[in-house]
Nanobody
């Protein structure tokens, strides 16, 4: 069982920045595709950003140009740098990790979530 631990959430004013971290002790970290979802109250969980094991990234339109996903395989950590935050970014943010075999996700793991609140 892979454990993912998120940190870095908190309260920030609109226009401010936060950096989320998702770390693990899983030694095969570099082989996982990873990303961040978020869920606001009363809304469905949505994909925020994803990064492949090769470092290719994909961002939701709502965060393009403001959020940056990255990973440090040596530190077994993935990051989400959130700049120019808006009140609509308020949500619980969850990191995930997918291990795929022959193009299909074989294992899927989730962190416990970290709250991000953006005040106006």
């Amino acid at each position: 069982q892979v454990q993912l631990v998120e940190s870095g959430g908190g309260l920030v004013q609109a226009g401010g920045s936060l950096r989320l971290s998702c770390t693990t002790s899983e030694s095969a970290f570099s082989g996982y595709a990873m990303g961040w979802y978020r869920q606001a109250p009363g809304k469905q969980r949505e994909l925020v950003a994803a990064i492949t094991s090769c470092g290719l990234t994909n961002d939701a339109d709502s965060v393009k140009g403001r959020f940056t996903i990255s990973r440090d395989n040596a530190q077994l950590t993935m990051y989400l740098q959130m700049d120019s935050q808006k009140t609509e970014d308020t949500a619980v943010y969850y990191c995930y990790a997918n291990w795929s075999v022959l193009g299909s996700v074989r294992y899927n793991y989730w962190g416990q979530g970290t709250q991000v609140t953006v005040s106006s």
